[in-house]
């Protein structure tokens, strides 16, 4: 009987848990996101108005549109893609917000696989 109670609240404490998503915090602002690539991290840094992503990436930068789909998600497109990959749409998502970083996923649009990220608002 005492471990089918534990059980039970265990179950109602965990399901009852909904993690942070301040989504509006980090609509707009100066981002960096890093990545390991290989056995080296790199950093991009990324400045974000609710319509457009300017991307600079290694003394180089880009420029993508934005079009939010609600609060926590939006569709980007590169504005002058270089390549056939480049013109295909990605969808991100922030999952979670936390402090000044959040945790994202990102698939392009169509494409079922996803990979996550977490970016930091440094401004």
């Not at 390991?36 to 319509?51: A, N, S, W």
């Amino acid at each position: 009987m005492r471990i089918c109670f534990s059980l039970c609240f265990l179950s109602l404490v965990i399901g009852c848990y909904s993690p942070e998503r301040k989504c509006q915090d980090f609509r707009i602002g100066t981002f960096t996101y890093e990545a390991l690539v290989g056995t080296e991290i790199l950093t991009t840094t990324f400045v974000r108005t609710d319509t457009l992503e300017i991307d600079y990436f290694q003394n180089k930068s880009d420029t993508s549109s934005i079009r939010w789909i609600n609060d926590c998600e939006y569709i980007i497109q590169k504005i002058n893609p270089k390549n056939r990959a480049e013109q295909k749409a990605i969808h991100m998502k922030i999952l979670t917000t936390q402090n000044n970083t959040y945790l994202f996923e990102y698939n392009i649009v169509g494409d079922s696989q996803k990979q996550k990220g977490t970016a930091k608002k440094i401004n």
